[in-house]
């Protein structure tokens, strides 16, 4: 099948860290992707992983995937009340450029 | 700057009524797609297109129409025959391969029925 999951929704106090987690089942995707929504906007990518990597670090982000499980996860240091939004995985499976995206996870950042 | 824009960014359609959205990006993607999105159900892929004249469809295909006679310009059509339009609707566009900064996505708009 080709389902990314996700848990609907995470609350975090400020200054914690906030840890996204996502199930993807293409054991073939070439690159897994973090988009971040705001309310009433786009999706804005705010990371990436090459398949043939464990972790990326980017400032306060950090994925980490295993590929033996299938799951990525993105972590957010020092979670501050704009980091507040909806966050998507999205895998993209090897021989096509057609994305699949998971259900989103909603985060609300509480002061 | 580059970039994908859509317009309106709120739209009010009658019982009936078929209404055109638009996307159009300065890209110079080859791909393009319409996703919908209700809240809780993540994105749904409508229509993709990867080259111009060409273009299939996605997993919630029916009531809604597309057409691709430009590589910039990717506008999807709600039809009457789309029971439930109220939503908010994403185009997306990306290169066809060795693309891993993956989709570029417009702001939305967001479609209410009255």
């Known amino acids: 099948g080709e389902d990314v999951e996700q848990s609907l929704f995470l609350s975090v106090r400020e200054g914690d860290s906030s840890v996204i987690n996502c199930t993807y089942t293409?054991?073939?995707?070439?690159?897994l992707y973090w988009y971040k929504q705001e309310p009433g906007a786009g999706l804005q990518l705010l990371t990436y992983?090459?398949?043939?990597?464990d972790m990326k670090q980017d400032q306060r982000l950090t994925v980490l995937l295993n590929k033996k499980d299938k799951h990525l996860s993105l972590r957010i240091a020092d979670t501050q009340t704009g980091d507040s939004a909806i966050y998507f995985c999205?895998?993209?499976?090897?021989?096509?450029?057609?994305?699949?995206f998971g259900t989103g996870t909603r985060l609300k950042v509480l002061a | 700057d580059g970039g994908i824009t859509q317009s309106p960014k709120y739209l009010f359609r009658k019982e009936g009524q078929n209404v055109t959205l638009s996307c159009e990006q300065n890209?110079?993607?080859?791909?393009m797609y319409w996703y919908r999105q209700d809240p809780g159900q993540g994105l749904r892929l409508i229509y993709y297109?990867?080259?111009?004249?060409?273009?299939q469809k996605g997993d919630i295909a029916e009531g809604y129409s597309v057409s691709r006679e430009k590589k910039e310009s990717f506008p999807l059509t709600v039809t009457s025959a789309q029971k439930n339009p109220t939503a908010f609707y994403l185009c997306?566009?990306?290169?066809?391969?060795?693309?891993?900064?993956?989709?570029?996505f417009g702001s939305g708009t967001r479609l209410t029925v009255v």
């Open positions: 999205a895998e993209r499976p090897s021989g096509t450029y057609k994305y699949i």
């Open positions: 293409d054991s073939s995707s070439t690159y």
């Open positions: 992983i090459f398949s043939n990597m």
């Open positions: 890209l110079n993607h080859d791909a």
């Open positions: 297109s990867q080259i111009v004249n060409d273009f």
């Open positions: 997306a566009s990306n290169h066809k391969a060795g693309d891993y900064y993956g989709y570029t």
